[in-house]
């Protein structure tokens, strides 16, 4: 099984920026579509970016053109720079393979993402 560990969140100012890092376990990283996801309290997990084996990329409107997804193969890890942070970003942020599993055992902790002046 795949694990995964986020990290990267922290406080910021609204129009900053934060760079989360997922590294993953397991030799299907390669060849795995993996995204990013995020949930605000009391709201349902959205996807925010995903990006495929040949590094094509697809991101949520709300974050489009602020925010970018990469990944680094060789050492199983993927990224999201995120700028221009706005007060409707604030979430936990969460890697894996997408579409996102429905079991809730195959999700890491995920990071903390918080925006505020």
């Known amino acids: 099984q795949v694990q995964l560990v986020e990290s990267g969140g922290g406080l910021v100012q609204p129009g900053g920026s934060l760079r989360l890092s997922c590294v993953a376990s397991?030799?299907?990283?390669?060849?795995?579509?993996m995204g990013w996801y995020r949930q605000a309290p009391g709201k349902q997990r959205e996807s925010v970016a995903r990006?495929?084996?040949?590094?094509?990329?697809v991101y949520a409107d709300s974050v489009k053109g602020r925010f970018t997804i990469s990944r680094d193969n060789p050492r199983n890890t993927m990224y999201l720079q995120m700028n221009s942070l706005k007060p409707e970003d604030p979430a936990v942020y969460y890697c894996?393979?997408?579409?996102?599993?429905?079991?809730?055992?195959?999700w890491g902790q995920g990071t903390q993402v918080t925006v505020s002046s």
């Open positions: 894996n393979t997408h579409p996102g599993p429905t079991d809730a055992r195959s």
């Open positions: 397991g030799s299907s990283f390669r060849i795995d579509t």
């Open positions: 990006i495929d084996r040949i590094y094509r990329t």
